[in-house]
C-alpha cells in the first residue's frame, strides 16, 4: 500500500484523513485473506483532474479526484432510504477498491469470466461487502447505490453519450443489481 502525496493543494485534506484514519492498513487487512501470486499495491494517487479508480499489475490505483467526487456527492443528512452520510462515503469507497481487486483476484489467479468483466468485479464487490454481517452489508451496499441515485430519481438526468459507451453497466443497471444484494441481507 502506498498513500502517494498529491500534488494538488485541494486533495492535501483528503490525503492526511486517509494517513490518519489508516485506511489503506485497513483495506490490506480486509483483502489479506486473498494469497495472490505477486505483490499487489494499493495506492492513492492524483490523477491529473480525472476521477477514476483502476487496476493495472501490479496495481490498484485510486485517485484522490474519485474520493474527492464521492466525499461531495454524500447526503447533508441521513435519507428517507435511511442512507447516512457514512454509509454513503463508506459504501461507495469500498465499492470501487472491491471492484479494483475483483479484477485483480480475477487476473492474477486467472479466472474464467462467463460474461462482463466488469458485471463480475460489481459482484465480487457486492459479495465482500455482504462478508460484514447483514447491518454492515445492508449500510455500505446501501451506499454504494445511493452514488447512483440522480440516474434512477431523476429521469431526466443527462449524462454525457460516452457513458453509454464504456465497458461498465449503465448506472441504473448498477445501481438495481446493488439493490438485489441489498435486499439479500433481509
Not at 1 to 7: I, N, Q, S
Not at 13 to 34: D, G, N
Not at 84 to 93: F, H, K, T, V, Y
Request: glycine share 6%; charged share 20%.
Amino acid at each position: 500500500m502506498e498513500y502517494v502525496p498529491p500534488t494538488n493543494p485541494a486533495h492535501q485534506a483528503l490525503y492526511e484523513t486517509l494517513t490518519e484514519r489508516r485506511a489503506l492498513e485497513k483495506l490490506r487487512e480486509i483483502f489479506s485473506p486473498f494469497r495472490l501470486p505477486i505483490d499487489l499495491t494499493i495506492k492513492t494517487v492524483g490523477c491529473d483532474g480525472v476521477a477514476n479508480a483502476y487496476y493495472q499489475r501490479p496495481e490498484v490505483r485510486i485517485c484522490y479526484e474519485y474520493l474527492d467526487e464521492i466525499r461531495q456527492s454524500i447526503p447533508k443528512e441521513t435519507t428517507e432510504a435511511g442512507i447516512a452520510p457514512a454509509d454513503a462515503i463508506l459504501g461507495q469507497c469500498f465499492y470501487v477498491v472491491a471492484h479494483e481487486m475483483g479484477h485483480a483476484v480475477f487476473d492474477l489467479y486467472d479466472v474464467p469470466l462467463f460474461g462482463r468483466p466488469e458485471d463480475a468485479a460489481d459482484q465480487f464487490a457486492a459479495y465482500m461487502m455482504l462478508q460484514f454481517g447483514k447491518a454492515e452489508a445492508r449500510r455500505l451496499i446501501g451506499g454504494a447505490a445511493y452514488s447512483y441515485k440522480n440516474f434512477v430519481q431523476d429521469p431526466k438526468f443527462v449524462v454525457p453519450l460516452q457513458a453509454f459507451s464504456s465497458a461498465h453497466g449503465a448506472p441504473p443497471q448498477r445501481f438495481y443489481n446493488l439493490r438485489v444484494f441489498v435486499k439479500s441481507c433481509g
